[in-house]
């Protein structure tokens, strides 16, 4: 969804509609509902994500990474900030495993690297 919308900037409704339209449905409601968060609390919060990315990104310009490479890190750090009952090892490995399924093997090195260095600065700014 993050992708579609990060291509569309259609709003996040008219994504989630489009998106469940296509999909073979889910069984749990609490997952979908919990995508459907992931989804507009990322958009939301897209101008914090994305300067948190940034600031760690050393030489990477946001615009110029791969779109599904992009959207994985923001859902990410959409969830290492806003999710904090999720542990940090699970928010990266299911990204890493979204990552190897749709994108590169140095793509996986570099979410893995990235989200990291969030999770690192995340938990010191936690700490102070």
């Given at each position: 969804?993050?992708?579609?919308w990060?291509?569309?900037?259609?709003?996040?409704?008219?994504?989630?509609?489009?998106?469940?339209?296509?999909?073979?449905?889910?069984?749990?409601?609490?997952?979908?509902?919990?995508?459907?968060?992931?989804?507009?609390?990322?958009?939301?919060?897209?101008?914090?994500?994305?300067?948190?990315?940034?600031?760690?990104?050393e030489?990477?310009?946001?615009?110029?990474?791969?779109?599904?490479?992009?959207?994985?890190?923001?859902m990410?750090?959409?969830?290492?900030?806003?999710?904090?009952?999720?542990?940090?090892?699970?928010?990266?490995?299911?990204?890493?495993?979204?990552?190897?399924?749709?994108?590169?093997?140095?793509?996986?090195?570099?979410?893995?690297?990235?989200?990291?260095?969030?999770?690192?600065?995340?938990?010191?700014?936690s700490?102070?």
């Open positions: 969804m993050l992708f579609q990060d291509i569309g900037r259609d709003s996040p409704e008219k994504v989630q509609e489009l998106f469940w339209s296509n999909t073979l449905p889910l069984e749990d409601d609490l997952l979908h509902s919990f995508a459907n968060e992931l989804m507009t609390g990322t958009v939301e919060a897209i101008e914090e994500i994305d300067q948190r990315i940034r600031s760690c990104a030489h990477w310009r946001l615009e110029r990474m791969a779109a599904v490479d992009r959207n994985i890190l923001r990410s750090t959409y969830e290492l900030l806003r999710h904090r009952e999720t542990p940090p090892a699970v928010v990266i490995d299911e990204a890493l495993e979204i990552a190897r399924k749709f994108s590169g093997e140095e793509s996986v090195q570099f979410i893995n690297g990235l989200l990291d260095r969030i999770r690192k600065e995340t938990e010191s700014s700490a102070a």
